[in-house]
């Protein structure tokens, strides 16, 4: 399964909010799509797993959505510690594929 | 506390071989899937491998089917890849992570720093 996340680079303000993308080539399973946050010089953190659900800790301002083979994680409004890489990743079947990853950089 | 730590990076020859290992504490090992991720400084991530918490059903990317080998002690919590036929593209950041919800379908709850490979003559 490919996964190919959009825009490539999202340039937005704190306190706004972003929508990010990532359209599976086919079915994901039983919506098994997890999506993740990396900043530089660490490792990823998941945020949402089974496509809308949200990991212990990770505020509600983060969400995940579904429709078909599109998937979304959204963020509501935009705080300084959250311009990173946003990377989806399907564990529906192997290999258990990443996307090319989103940019969510300060305007 | 829950954490992964790998070791095991290092410089080796292109056709080399090398043995990552991953320690796991804080969590009762043996009830989780773990896998292995891939990451090229300023590139994105890369799933390599993973294994069932009893070792059963090890899976591989293409580009390292037939190469690497997925492993785990669950008496010494550890989890290891063995990379052999070493290839300059194989260099990158190697991270060990836990499989979440104590079952196979779950994103990759627990991270560590990661351990670098270099390939290179």
């Known amino acids: 399964i490919v996964l190919t996340q959009s825009p490539g680079t999202l340039s937005l303000s704190p306190g706004e909010r972003a929508t990010l993308s990532c359209r599976a080539s086919?079915?994901?399973?039983?919506?098994?799509l997890a999506w993740y946050q990396q900043k530089p010089g660490q490792a990823p953190r998941l945020l949402i797993y089974?496509?809308?659900s949200r990991a212990p800790g990770i505020p509600d301002r983060f969400s995940g959505g579904m429709s078909g083979t599109d998937f979304t994680l959204s963020i509501s409004r935009l705080e300084p510690e959250d311009f990173a890489v946003y990377y989806c990743?399907?564990?529906?079947?192997?290999?258990?594929?990443f996307g090319q990853g989103t940019k969510v950089e300060l305007k | 506390e829950v954490q992964v730590v790998e070791s095991g990076g290092s410089v080796v020859r292109p056709g080399g071989s090398l043995r990552l290992s991953c320690a796991a504490s804080?969590?009762?090992?043996?009830?989780?899937?773990m896998n292995w991720v891939r990451q090229v400084p300023g590139k994105g991530l890369e799933w390599v491998s993973g294994?069932?918490?009893?070792?059963?059903?090890?899976d591989y990317a293409d580009s390292v089917q037939g190469r690497f080998t997925i492993s785990r002690d669950n008496g010494k919590n550890s989890l290891y890849l063995q990379m052999n036929s070493l290839r300059v593209e194989d260099s990158a950041l190697y991270y060990c992570?836990?499989?979440?919800?104590?079952?196979?379908?779950?994103?990759?709850?627990?991270w560590g720093q990661g351990t670098t490979v270099i390939v290179s003559s």
């Open positions: 992570a836990r499989v979440g919800g104590g079952g196979y379908y779950y994103g990759l709850d627990v």
């Open positions: 086919q079915g994901v399973d039983s919506g098994y």
């Open positions: 089974n496509a809308a």
């Open positions: 804080g969590f009762t090992f043996d009830n989780y899937g």
């Open positions: 990743q399907q564990y529906a079947s192997s290999p258990r594929t």
């Open positions: 294994i069932k918490w009893n070792g059963g059903s090890p």
